[in-house]
């Protein structure tokens, strides 16, 4: 039982990626109807949302920017069509990149140290932060108040956006947070824990302080916009018959719900039907619920009119699908 409870384990890690067909995105992003570049800076774990060696940032210091974070098995490129998107839409989009088998604390203390150093050469105060799964957790423990790398900026303005993360712990990662039977197995256990996930196998547990003690936020996040994804019944690939073969069921909903973090003052919590990957978009799969959402949220602009069929062939470009009703879905 306990060795199925690991498989179990082993194989909600390995669905948290997107596709183990992914091909590399190191072309640069289409400026679409982005400000002119007015700053060139190097800033360690920031860069373009692609998958190019050169991480060098350009923006323009005048405008807002939106920070993605990927999740477990992912990376900057797997968020350019995203970025592409936000792009369309004449904003500013930048990726942290970060190693998930470090610690989610030490990722989470070098996404602030990344974020400080954007504020710094950055005129325009407003930063939005969306992660995705587990880079989720790490968005929100950055922006946590008391903690020993907070922010010292207090004209810094954020927005910070989660979407399928779970903060109630990963329920198939219990096994690995047993005191007794990691005891009992001399060991065994939490090597083979940490063999699967790295530094961060016992912060993922129910029973890590991670997830049982989240501390308030900053007061420099004015919203905090919770997506949590009904993953039931959802799927991520079919057969030439339309059968499933790839589920995009990664967590459930007890695990993205979290008494605490549910109740602090600047949270909206949005639940909608969809699959774990579905949700931030991948090949064949337009993200039109996320960007449904993050327009009614006013955390995207609004597709003009005259602008939507230039977008429909956008998303047939980045998707190689055509996206039906996506004008009136993203704009509701």
């Excluded at 091909?23 to 920031?46: E, F, H, M, S, Y």
């Excluded at 602030?112 to 710094?120: N, R, S």
């Excluded at 003690?213 to 039931?232: A, D, F, G, I, M």
């Amino acid at each position: 039982m306990r060795l199925i409870l690991l498989f179990g384990f082993v194989a909600s890690l390995l669905a948290c990626s997107n596709s183990s067909t992914y091909v590399a995105q190191p072309q640069p992003l289409q400026p679409g109807r982005l400000p002119t570049p007015d700053i060139v800076v190097k800033i360690a774990n920031l860069g373009a949302c692609t998958d190019s060696a050169d991480r060098t940032l350009l923006f323009n210091s005048n405008y807002p920017l939106t920070v993605l974070v990927h999740g477990r098995k992912s990376s900057a490129g797997r968020f350019r069509s995203l970025a592409q998107l936000y792009a369309f839409h004449g904003q500013q989009a930048v990726c942290y990149s970060y190693d998930d088998r470090d610690s989610l604390i030490a990722s989470a203390d070098k996404l602030v140290f990344a974020l400080q150093q954007l504020a710094t050469v950055s005129k325009n105060k407003n930063i939005s932060i969306i992660g995705h799964s587990m880079g989720g957790l790490v968005a929100r423990k950055a922006m946590e108040n008391n903690r020993p790398n907070h922010w010292q900026d207090s004209d810094i303005n954020i927005k910070l956006i989660t979407v399928a993360a779970p903060f109630a712990g990963i329920e198939n990662a219990n096994l690995c947070g047993s005191r007794t039977l990691n005891w009992l197995s001399l060991g065994i256990i939490p090597g083979i824990c940490w063999g699967i996930t790295g530094d961060n196998w016992f912060e993922i547990t129910s029973k890590s302080n991670f997830i049982q003690h989240p501390e308030p936020l900053l007061p420099s996040v004015q919203r905090y916009l919770k997506v949590v994804t009904n993953e039931q019944n959802t799927c991520r690939k079919v057969d030439n018959e339309g059968v499933c073969i790839e589920s995009d069921y990664v967590f459930e909903l007890a695990e993205q719900y979290h008494p605490v973090i549910d109740h602090y003052s600047q949270v909206i919590n949005i639940q909608v039907d969809a699959g774990h990957v579905e949700i931030v978009g991948y090949k064949h799969a337009v993200p039109r619920k996320l960007l449904a959402i993050l327009q009614q949220e006013n955390m995207l602009s609004a597709t003009p009119p005259d602008r939507q069929e230039a977008l429909q062939n956008l998303l047939v470009k980045l998707y190689g699908v055509q996206s039906h009703n996506s004008s009136s879905e993203l704009n509701q």
